[in-house]
């Protein structure tokens, strides 16, 4: 772990301060870009790794931010039956454009405009999970219940 936050990560430390939350961001020496890498460079199981994916809402085009845990694929229907839009993928580029952060690092705060959130009901069965903190390498612990605060997030079954 390094002692000093690249800009993207310090800048999730940032907003948790602001908003009055201890949470500690830590920079990791390998990847944590998939669940996969983050559960491997953490020491934790995949399912406790809260994923987050950007989708594009095609009528409004604006963003919808859906945290996942690291086990579960996203079933797009699932997530259609909770809107009155459609769903498209968010490529880079759109992804940096409403949240300031780049694929891979995208944490679930301190984006540049407010966006719609769905947290994975599964999430919600764990004491401790991780999300990605602006940086590929950047990540920080937190329990579910600080996951729907900090988001405004609506836990739904995403699978």
């Known amino acids: 772990m390094t002692s000093q936050l690249k800009d993207s990560a310090q800048q999730v430390q940032n907003k948790l301060l602001e908003l ?3 949470n500690q961001v830590v ?6 870009r998939t669940a996969q890498e983050a559960a491997d460079a953490i020491g934790c199981k995949v399912a406790h790794i809260a ?3 950007i989708f594009r809402l095609k009528n409004e085009d604006k ?7 690291g086990v579960n694929r996203i079933n797009e229907k699932q997530i ?3 809107l009155n839009d459609k769903l498209g993928k968010a490529d880079a580029d759109f992804v940096r454009e409403h949240t300031g952060f780049v694929i891979g690092g995208v944490p679930p705060l301190g984006h ?4 719609l959130t769905f947290i994975d009901q599964d999430l919600l069965q764990y004491r401790e999970i991780w999300a990605a903190a602006g940086h590929p390498r950047a990540v920080f612990q ?4 600080e996951l729907i605060q900090m988001t405004n997030g609506r836990a739904i079954c995403v699978k």
């Open 20 to 22: 009055g939350y201890a």
């Open 27 to 32: 920079e990791l020496p390998d990847s944590t």
């Open 51 to 53: 994923k987050s994916i």
């Open 63 to 69: 963003p919808l931010l859906v945290i996942a845990s």
């Open 80 to 82: 259609i039956s909770h």
């Open 112 to 115: 540049k405009e407010s966006i």
């Open 142 to 145: 937190l329990t579910p219940a």
